[in-house]
C-alpha cells in the first residue's frame, strides 16, 4: 500500500517537474513519408490552385514524398476527401483554400491527422494544425505602384473572382500604392462573384466593363476566371491603336511565358515551398503548429520583372517602394474583410479621371 | 464605347449559348422529352468544338464538332428514353454528371497543365456600323456567328410554328397516342427531336468556348445549362420567347458590373443573385401561363395505349 502511494507520488512529481509537465508534452514526432493537397479548383489554372499543387509536387520528388493531389473539390464539404486521403496514409493533408477553415481543423481534431489551413491563425493547434498566411498586400502594393505609374488613361481597376482574405488583402495592397504613387489615379474595383473563381465567361464581361469605363491596367484576381479577363484584354487590344492598349497584372502564377506575354506587366508571384517545406520540418521534428507568413522578406511572395518594356524611372520608383516597405517606412494595410475594404476603398481620395 | 454600349453588346453575345441551349431543350420537350444534362452536353461541346479549332484554325470546324457531339448525345439519349422507355430523369443527370467528369478529363489527357487560349479570330462582318452611339456595339458589333444563331433561332420559330413538322413534334409531346393513331412514329419523332435539340446544346456550349471566351476550361458552363431547362419551361417552348428571356437574363448578368462602377455598396452576393431572382420573377408572372406538354417526361409505351 505504502509502496503504491509513493509511486503514485512520484509519478505526480515527475510529471509536475520534469521536462515537459503532464499534459503539454510535445507533439509526436512524425516522418512524412506521404503529403497531400486539396485544392478548390483545376490544378492547371495557372494560379492558385496549380501554384500549391506544385509546390507540393516538387517537395515530393525533392524529399521522396509521396504526394496526393486532390484538385476541383469545390467548396461542399470535403470531409469524405480528407477522409480518404487519411485513410491512403497521408501524414499531412494541405487543404488549400480559405473556404476550408473550418472542415480541416475540425477533422484534424477528429481524427488526428496534421493539417494546414489558409488564412485562420487562430484554428493553430499543436501537433494538428498549422497556417499560412500571406503578406502578398506589401507585393500589391508595388503592383499599384506599377500600375500608377505606367497607366495612361489615369484610371486602373481591380477585378476579383470572390472575396476571399487573399484577395482582400490584395485589392488594399494595389489601391493604396496607386493612391500613394498618384492621388488622381482612379481606382475601379468590381467583383465578378461571390465564389467565381472559374467563371470565365463573367470575367471576360466584367474586364470589358472595366475597359469600357477607361481602365488601360487592370490587376486581376482569377485563378480560372483569369483568363477571361485575359480574353477580354486581347480582344481590346488586338481592335486598337497600341497607345489604346490595356495591360495586365496577374497574381499568383507566372504567365509571363505564355500568351499574355504581350501585354503582361507585371505579376504578384507566390510560392509555397518555403511555407511546406517549413510544416513538413516541423512535422518531422515534433514541432508542428505554427504559422509561416509568405512575405517580401522571405520571399514567399514577390513582383515579377516587368515582361514588357517599362519605363527606368518606374522601375527605380517600384524598387524604391520595396526598399522602404522592407525598412519599415511604408506601412501596408492589411485587410481581410471585404466590408473593411468596402470601407477603406470609399474613402480614398477620388481620383480625377 | 462607354459602359452602357459594353453591358449592351455583352448581353448580346452572352445570350447566344443560352438560348442556342433553351431552345434545344425546348425542341426536346415539344416532343415529350425532357433531358436535365444540358449542362454536360454544353460542355461536351464547348472542348470538342475548342479542340477542333486549336487543331484546324477553322472557326465553322468547331462549330460543326460542337453541334456533332451534341447531336451523337441526343441521338443517344434519345434512343435510350424513347426506344428503350428508359427514365428521362436518370438518363438527363447522368449525361449531367457525365459531361462535367468526362470533359475535365479529355481536356487534361490532352493539355495536361496547360491552358492554351484561341486567337481572337472570327470576323464582324458589320463592325462599321457599330459607331451607332448606345445600341451600335449591340447591334452590329458582333462576330457573324451571332448573327447566325440569331437567325437560326428565328428560323426554328418559322418551323415549329408554320410546318407540318413543328405541328407534328407538339402533337407528339402532347397526346402521343393519338399522333401515333394519326399514323405517326412517335418513337422516330422523338428520337430526331432529341438529336435536333442536343445538337442546338452542343452548338451553344461551342458558342460559349470558342465565341464568347476563346478558351475551354473544366465545368466552364457554371451552370448554363440547368438555367437553359428552366427558361425552355418558362418560355413555354417558344424559340422566341426563349430567346428574349436570355437576352433578359444577360442583360441582368451585365449590371453586376455596371452597379459596381458606380458609387451605389451593393454586396456580391446580391449581384450575383439579380439574374436568378429576374429569372424566379419571370417564373412567377409567367409560370401561371406555363403550359408543358401534356406527355413531358413520360415514357411512351405503345402497348400501354388507353
Known amino acids: 500500500m505504502m509502496r503504491r502511494r509513493a509511486s503514485l507520488i512520484l509519478l505526480i512529481l515527475v510529471g509536475l517537474v520534469g521536462p515537459w509537465p503532464l499534459g503539454l508534452a510535445p507533439a509526436a514526432q512524425t516522418e512524412v513519408d506521404r503529403a497531400a493537397i486539396v485544392t478548390p479548383g483545376s490544378r492547371s489554372n495557372e494560379g492558385w490552385d496549380q501554384q500549391g499543387v506544385d509546390a507540393l509536387v516538387a517537395i515530393g520528388e525533392e524529399r521522396g514524398i509521396e504526394v496526393d493531389v486532390v484538385e476541383n473539390a469545390g467548396y ?3 470531409t ?20 476550408y477553415q473550418t472542415v480541416c481543423p475540425e477533422f484534424a481534431e477528429r481524427e488526428g491527422v496534421p493539417v494546414v489551413v489558409t488564412e485562420n491563425p487562430e484554428a493553430v493547434t499543436e501537433g494538428l494544425v ?31 473572382s470572390g472575396e476571399p482574405p487573399t484577395w482582400n488583402y490584395m485589392t488594399a495592397g494595389f489601391a493604396a500604392g496607386a493612391k500613394d504613387t498618384d ?78 506575354a504581350d501585354f503582361l506587366l507585371t505579376s504578384v508571384l507566390f510560392d509555397y515551398t518555403g511555407a511546406y517545406n517549413t510544416f513538413i520540418d516541423n512535422l518531422e521534428s515534433g514541432d508542428f503548429g505554427s504559422i509561416y507568413t509568405m512575405d517580401l522578406e522571405n520571399e514567399g511572395v514577390w513582383l515579377l520583372e516587368p515582361p514588357i518594356e517599362v519605363s527606368e524611372e518606374t522601375i527605380e520608383q517600384v524598387e524604391a517602394a520595396e526598399q522602404a516597405i522592407l525598412e519599415g517606412e511604408i506601412d501596408v494595410p492589411a485587410i481581410a474583410e471585404a466590408d473593411e475594404l468596402a470601407d477603406f476603398l470609399e474613402d480614398l481620395p477620388e481620383g480625377d479621371a | 464605347m462607354n459602359v452602357l454600349e459594353t453591358l449592351l453588346q455583352a448581353s448580346v453575345l452572352a445570350a447566344v449559348p443560352l438560348m442556342l ?15 436535365l444534362g444540358v449542362e454536360g452536353v454544353m460542355l461536351a461541346g464547348a472542348l470538342v468544338a475548342f479542340i477542333a479549332v486549336e487543331t484546324s484554325g477553322s ?16 441521338l443517344l439519349f434519345g434512343v435510350a428514353s424513347a426506344r428503350m422507355a428508359a427514365s428521362q430523369i436518370v438518363l438527363g443527370l447522368g449525361i449531367a454528371l457525365a459531361g462535367q467528369g468526362a470533359t475535365g478529363f479529355f481536356f487534361r489527357e490532352r493539355y495536361g497543365l496547360t491552358q492554351p487560349l484561341l486567337e481572337p479570330g472570327m470576323s464582324r462582318p458589320i463592325s462599321d456600323l457599330s459607331e451607332v452611339a448606345v445600341v451600335g456595339p449591340a447591334l452590329f458589333g458582333h462576330k457573324w456567328f451571332v448573327y447566325a444563331a440569331w437567325a437560326g433561332v428565328f428560323l426554328i420559330a418559322a418551323t415549329l410554328r408554320f410546318t407540318r413538322a413543328g405541328l407534328l413534334l407538339t402533337a407528339t409531346g402532347d397526346a402521343p397516342f393519338a399522333t401515333e393513331a394519326a399514323g405517326v412514329d412517335v418513337t422516330r419523332v422523338r428520337v430526331a427531336a432529341a438529336t435536333a435539340g442536343q445538337a442546338l446544346a452542343g452548338l451553344g456550349g461551342a458558342a460559349l468556348s470558342i465565341v464568347e471566351v476563346g478558351f475551354f476550361a473544366p465545368g466552364m458552363t457554371v451552370g448554363i445549362g440547368f438555367i437553359a431547362i428552366a427558361l425552355a419551361m418558362v418560355g413555354r417552348q417558344d424559340p422566341l420567347r426563349i430567346a ?31 439574374p436568378y431572382i429576374g429569372v424566379l420573377v419571370l417564373v412567377v408572372v409567367l409560370g401561371r401561363r406555363v403550359r408543358l406538354p401534356a406527355a413531358l417526361g413520360v415514357a411512351y409505351h405503345r402497348e400501354a395505349r388507353p
Request: charged share 20%; hydrophobic share 50%.
Open chain 1, 130 to 160: 498549422s497556417d499560412v498566411e500571406t503578406e502578398a498586400q506589401e507585393v500589391a502594393y508595388l503592383a499599384g505602384v506599377m500600375a500608377a505609374l505606367e497607366t495612361s488613361t489615369g484610371t486602373v481597376a481591380v477585378v476579383a
Open chain 2, 59 to 74: 472557326f465553322l470546324a468547331g462549330l460543326a464538332a460542337g453541334a456533332l457531339v451534341g447531336a451523337v448525345v441526343g
Open chain 1, 76 to 78: 461542399d464539404d470535403i
Open chain 1, 183 to 260: 492621388p488622381s489615379v482612379e481606382v475601379l474595383y468590381s467583383v465578378i462573384g461571390e465564389a467565381a473563381y472559374d467563371d470565365a465567361p463573367n470575367a471576360r464581361r466584367t474586364t470589358e466593363t472595366v475597359i469600357a469605363a477607361g481602365a488601360d491596367v487592370i490587376f486581376g484576381m482569377g485563378d480560372g476566371a483569369s483568363f477571361g479577363m485575359i480574353q477580354a484584354i486581347r480582344e481590346h487590344n488586338a481592335a486598337v491603336s497600341q497607345d489604346e492598349e490595356v495591360r495586365f497584372i496577374d497574381v499568383i502564377g507566372d504567365k509571363s511565358d505564355s500568351d499574355v
Open chain 2, 21 to 35: 441551349a433553351a431552345v434545344g431543350e425546348a425542341i426536346g420537350q415539344r416532343s415529350g422529352l425532357l433531358n
Open chain 1, 80 to 99: 469524405p476527401i480528407l477522409r480518404d486521403l487519411a485513410a491512403d496514409g497521408a501524414d499531412l493533408i494541405i487543404c488549400h483554400a480559405s473556404g
Open chain 2, 244 to 274: 428574349l428571356l436570355a437576352l433578359a437574363f444577360g442583360v441582368l448578368r451585365g449590371l453586376g458590373p455596371a452597379i459596381q462602377l458606380t458609387e451605389w455598396r451593393v454586396r456580391v452576393e446580391f449581384l450575383d443573385m439579380i
